[in-house]
Antibody
């Protein structure tokens, strides 16, 4: 059974770069899209972006200028970087597998999430 | 941006009874809607996609309906493990989520 695990620092200073890793186990990262989603405390979830196993990316337009996603198929990992973070980037960050079977694009396997706080 | 609005925010239902959760989109998403269940400390779990198709392994007591802007998730006979937070999510134009409905034991 496929499992996803987020990892990264729990605390990032304002103006610095947030970097997270999602490690995929129990299956191959190939041939799929992979997404990052975040949820600030008390707020709704927000889709951050997606990366395909081939490296192609799509980002939430509201975050696009600060987001970079990448993938390392040899390690079964994909990555998220958010630059110039502020307190508004404090959230639980989830990674998920995105099934793309037109017209359906839904997230069928999720990690448990990792909490990231932005504070000096 | 398509805004998803769920109601009610909290629903209190007794075990064995039926629960009906609603989700409204600010514009049509056709049938491009998914439902997720989340329990504290756990990963979200996909229940429904395509507004009405149950995901693999999801019990038949979960059913989804609707199209356009109005959607419903029905749990026909609540089991103890069904008490959780439920989210709807549209994928017609990028992806956006509802704010969630907490289903609690009455």
């Amino acid at each position: 059974q496929m499992q996803l695990q987020e990892s990264g620092p729990g605390l990032v200073k304002p103006s610095e770069t947030l970097s997270l890793t999602c490690t995929v186990s129990g299956g191959s990262i190939s041939s799929y899209y992979w997404s990052w989603i975040r949820q600030p405390a008390g707020e709704r979830m927000e889709w951050i972006g997606r990366v395909h196993a081939t490296g192609g990316t799509s980002y939430n337009p509201s975050l696009k200028s600060r987001i970079t996603m990448s993938i390392d198929s040899s390690e079964n990992q994909f990555f998220l970087k958010i630059t110039s973070v502020t307190a508004a980037d404090t959230a639980v960050y989830y990674c998920a597998r995105l099934i793309a079977a037109r017209p359906h694009y839904y997230m069928d396997v999720w990690g448990k999430g990792t909490t990231v706080a932005v504070s000096s | 941006e398509i805004v998803m609005t769920q109601s009610p925010a909290t629903l209190s239902v007794s075990p064995g009874e039926r629960a009906t959760l609603s989700c409204r989109a600010s514009q049509s998403v056709t049938s491009n809607l998914a439902w997720y269940q989340q329990k504290p400390g756990q990963a979200p779990r996909l229940l429904i996609y395509g507004a009405s198709t149950r995901a693999t392994g999801i019990p038949a007591r979960f059913s989804g309906s609707g199209s356009g802007t109005e959607f419903t998730l029905t749990i026909s006979s609540l089991q103890s493990e069904d008490f959780a937070v439920y989210y709807c999510q549209q994928y017609n134009t990028w992806y956006s989520f509802g704010q969630g409905t907490k289903l609690e034991i009455k």
